[in-house]
């Protein structure tokens, strides 16, 4: 059974960073393609970025390039986002995502999800 487990969100304040973690489990991640998404109340889950496990293709989004930065160790079956320069729009819940069947944008096609992480920016 995979197991994704995310980590690392909080309180913080608006112009500050953060990284995001997610420790996968259960099953060999070397060949999985991983995504973050972030969900603020009231909104649809937003794609953010994703990455292969082993190759180093990544993709994000328009609205976030430039800020979060995908990254992984495969040794430690980690995923990690990191953000810069924090926004009060960025206060969402984050969660990761593997093996996406078809697109790596719509969160629709991902098979496995985490519990997710808040993250708040104050202004």
């Known amino acids: 059974q995979v197991q994704l487990v995310e980590s690392g969100g909080g309180l913080v304040q608006a112009g500050g960073s953060l990284r995001l973690s997610c420790a996968a489990s259960g099953r060999t991640f070397s060949s999985y393609v991983m995504g973050w998404f972030r969900q603020a109340p009231g909104k649809e889950r937003e794609f953010l970025a994703a990455?292969?496990?082993?190759?180093?293709?990544?993709t994000y989004a328009d609205s976030v390039k430039g800020r979060f930065t995908i990254s992984r160790d495969n040794a430690k079956n980690m995923v990690y986002l990191h953000i810069d320069s924090l926004k009060p729009e960025d206060t969402a819940v984050y969660y990761c995502a593997a093996e996406p069947r078809g697109s790596w944008f719509s969160y629709l096609n991902y098979a496995h999800w985490g519990q997710g992480t808040q993250v708040t920016v104050s202004s």
């Open positions: 990455g292969t496990w082993n190759g180093g293709a990544t």
